[in-house]
């Protein structure tokens, strides 16, 4: 009889980092979480997609780190079937790709693809959501489920974002920003979840 207790459906980091079995992460050494991150099943993060070193430069001479592809912070949630690619563009005569950065407490509706520039903190992006290339959104800004954001774009901070195209519909109220703390979230989700509040 074993004494290895059940493989559950998440393997936790010793960071807090939730990784559900059936998430699909390519390029693993390209992809820094920062912690107490939710990926879920069939999630898709793109870590093989980074900037491509040149063979003039030696790698010795390359900083530790310097090729990461998709950097995500804090109590962030990955939902079911999303996808995070990095950028690609031409640079220098060449296309390349540029790191896709993530703040903290961002959630990813499910079914939404995401080649943003960068997310900043507290951002709630709905389900099939697409953001499109070297786009960057602020902080503080809730992007409404089917919305599609196009290339370049810039999305200012306490924006409400819907439409294909998308644009700004609406400002966060004052006081409102409680309800993008995903702590409470991340406790609900794993191999011991905890009941929500009610």
């Known amino acids: 009889m074993s004494r290895r207790p059940p493989r559950g459906e998440y393997i936790e980091t010793d960071t807090g980092n939730k990784v559900a079995r059936k998430a699909n992460l390519v390029g693993t050494q390209n992809i820094m979480l920062g912690g107490k991150t939710v990926i879920q099943p069939e999630a898709m993060i ?43 563009r031409l640079y220098k005569g060449a296309f390349t790709y540029t790191a896709l950065r993530v703040g903290d407490h961002v959630f990813i509706g499910p079914g939404s693809v995401i080649q943003a520039a960068s997310i900043g903190s507290h951002v709630h992006i709905g389900a099939n959501v697409v953001i499109g290339e070297l786009a960057i959104i602020k902080e503080y800004v809730k992007i409404l489920d089917g919305t599609v954001v196009p290339a370049n774009m810039v999305i200012p901070s306490f924006s409400i974002v819907a439409g294909q195209p998308a644009r700004v519909i609406g400002e966060l109220p004052e006081g409102g920003h409680e309800a993008f703390e995903l702590r409470e979230l991340y406790k609900t989700v794993g191999n011991n979840p905890q009941p929500a509040p009610s």
Request: glycine content about 14%; proline content about 9%.
């Open 46 to 88: 793109r870590g093989d997609l980074a900037r491509s070193i040149h063979p003039s430069s030696s790698s010795s001479g390359a900083a530790p780190g310097s090729n990461t592809a998709v950097a995500i912070g804090r109590y962030c949630f990955l939902s079911r079937g999303c996808c995070l690619r990095p950028p690609g």
